[in-house]
């Protein structure tokens, strides 16, 4: 019946209209062809071509088809696209996070979307600037596989208050900001994305860009590539709303040099943080690569307090990284609460993670607490351990790790700074230079140490602090297993532990 055929048939951009040139402005004829394929079930198809166009709107039931040797390329002139929305609220964010509409493709409370195909999106620029490749706001039922988005001077893949997302076999190269982000989206699903990217290359946020608080949660990640100059794999820091039930794993991840000096290497591997109010909890990382970041872990809870009254730290909790591979890394790692808000229960298990460079000067506790400061993991500076500082945390669980520096180092490999509830079971580090410490505990009640291996037979572990109390240290014999500061209660220790030494 010819008129099944017909309806079946795709709606080629070409016979509406379109060049496929690269120089003329293809918008209209590609618009007309969504508006027509949208009224009649058919897909959109790009054959073989380059596309120039500037804002598209994406309708109900949309397919785009994007061929191999196909691009859909963005204007280069910006007043080809939508102008950024202006909303009757206070988002507290920059425009890149609130706004959807400055896009090549936008999409707004759209239902069954999909854009697909071998082909690319060029987001033709060349610095951080300009409209976002894809935008899609209060959408349903999405679908991106196996697309190259290129030369995006926005945010690759941009989804605000979205559900049920698919994305899978997409590539972006060359991005000047951030690759993936989903904020305040439900059952997200990123599966084999390659990713290489200036700013964070995948980014969660629970951000007010809709006027009210959101929640991230029931998001997937699995088998992607992450190349970044910032961070790799992100949980905030737009976090007014909050962070669950997400899983993240069987992905690698680069660490890029910035080629600004005063810049530094801000590169973490993995970042969760929970900065402005918002609950992260019930979140697991596993089985994640990396070389050449700076700061492999970086868990943060704080109160820099953006879209609140009176700034007031949330909650972050029940996170589970393990099975992690580092190598070459810059610098430690750091788990950090703040004064009455501390974090945790968190459990890190089966790290193996090897730090490059070193340093001659003795550990300090002294470092600042920040805690209405943006969060990245070079805040802290120079950290007084050279592979983990936790402090202000309860319910740490560190287990199976195995901790190296290529260099002599003062500092110990672990650093626990009021911090209750511990469990340290086979920890491997190279022990510091002059026969100091592998791990030192200060204010920490409750502990348990077992199986604990400086690899250089210097001291097991230093415990200082008056508020220090609880600790047990299992399958170490002999005096000089710990040292004990002249601050500790000396009744408490002897409760807690049977053989030491005063320092």
């Known amino acids: 019946m010819p008129g099944l055929a017909e309806a079946s048939a795709s709606a080629d951009v070409r016979a509406y209209g379109a060049s496929g040139n690269g120089q003329t402005k293809d918008t209209r004829a590609i618009q007309a062809a969504i508006?027509?394929?949208?009224?009649?079930?058919?897909?959109?198809?790009?054959?073989?071509?380059?596309?120039?166009?500037?804002?598209?709107?994406?309708?109900?039931?949309?397919?785009?088809q994007i061929d191999?040797?196909?691009?859909?390329?963005?204007?280069?002139?910006?007043?080809?696209?939508?102008?950024?929305?202006t909303h009757g609220y206070d988002t507290f964010a920059d425009e890149e996070t609130s706004d959807q509409r400055f896009a090549l493709l936008q999409g707004r409370e759209v239902k069954q979307l999909r854009i697909v195909g071998s082909g690319s999106i060029d987001g033709n620029r060349w610095k951080r600037e300009g409209p976002k490749p894809i935008a899609l706001r209060g959408c349903r039922g999405i679908e991106i596989r196996d697309l190259t988005i290129a030369n995006a001077g926005n945010y690759g893949v941009s989804l605000v208050g979205c559900e049920h997302v698919d994305i899978e076999g997409v590539t972006i190269l060359n991005g000047y900001a951030d690759g993936i982000d989903p904020d305040s989206c439900r059952d997200?699903?990123?599966?084999?994305?390659?990713?290489?990217?200036?700013?964070?290359?995948?980014?969660?946020?629970?951000?007010?860009?809709?006027?009210?608080?959101?929640?991230?949660?029931?998001?997937?990640?699995?088998?992607?590539?992450?190349?970044?100059?910032?961070?790799?794999?992100?949980?905030?820091?737009?976090?007014?709303?909050?962070?669950?039930?997400?899983?993240?794993?069987?992905?690698?991840?680069?660490?890029?040099?910035?080629?600004?000096?005063?810049?530094?290497?801000?590169?973490s591997g993995i970042a969760l943080m929970s900065v402005d109010g918002g609950v992260l909890e019930r979140v697991t990382v596993q089985n994640i690569r990396m070389a050449s970041v700076?700061?492999?872990?970086?868990?943060?809870?704080?109160?820099?307090?953006?879209?609140?009254?009176?700034?007031?730290?949330?909650?972050?909790?029940?996170?589970?990284?393990?099975d992690?591979?580092?190598?070459?890394?810059?610098?430690?790692?750091?788990?950090?609460?703040?004064?009455?808000?501390?974090?945790g229960p968190i459990t890190l298990q089966n790290l193996t993670v090897e730090v490059r460079g070193g340093g001659t000067r003795h550990a300090s506790l002294q470092v600042p607490e920040k805690e209405t400061r943006y969060p990245d993991g070079t805040m802290f500076a120079d950290l007084p351990a050279y592979g983990l500082y936790c402090r202000h945390a309860t319910g740490l669980v560190i287990e199976d790790a195995n901790l190296g520096i290529d260099q002599p180092d003062a500092r110990p490999a672990v650093v626990l700074d009021d911090v209750s509830g511990v469990h340290v079971r086979r920890l491997h580090a190279v022990a510091p230079i002059e026969g100091g410490p592998m791990l030192w505990l200060h204010a920490v009640r409750d502990a348990e140490l077992r199986d604990l291996h400086p690899r250089a037979g210097s001291t097991v572990a230093r415990i200082s602090g008056p508020t220090t109390a609880g600790i047990r240290l299992d399958g170490h014999e002999g005096p000089d297993a710990v040292v004990l500061d002249r601050d500790l209660s000396p009744t408490a220790l002897q409760r807690s532990i049977g053989t030491s030494r005063q320092d």
Request: hydrophobic fraction near 40%; glycine fraction near 10%.
């Open 35 to 64: 508006d027509s394929a949208a009224a009649s079930g058919r897909a959109v198809h790009f054959p073989r071509g380059n596309y120039l166009s500037g804002t598209l709107h994406l309708r109900d039931r949309t397919t785009l």
């Open 68 to 85: 191999a040797g196909a691009r859909l390329i963005a204007s280069p002139d910006d007043d080809d696209f939508d102008r950024a929305e």
């Open 188 to 267: 997200v699903r990123i599966a084999r994305c390659h990713i290489d990217t200036r700013d964070d290359a995948l980014c969660l946020k629970a951000s007010l860009a809709l006027g009210a608080r959101g929640a991230t949660e029931r998001v997937r990640v699995f088998g992607c590539h992450l190349a970044t100059r910032h961070n790799a794999i992100k949980l905030g820091t737009e976090s007014s709303g909050d962070f669950r039930d997400i899983v993240i794993r069987d992905c690698t991840i680069v660490g890029k040099r910035h080629p600004s000096p005063w810049k530094g290497d801000l590169t």
């Open 294 to 322: 700076r700061t492999p872990i970086f868990v943060r809870l704080a109160r820099r307090g953006r879209g609140q009254r009176v700034p007031t730290a949330g909650a972050l909790r029940h996170v589970s990284i393990k």
């Open 324 to 343: 992690v591979q580092v190598g070459a890394a810059l610098g430690a790692s750091s788990i950090t609460g703040i004064p009455g808000a501390p974090i």
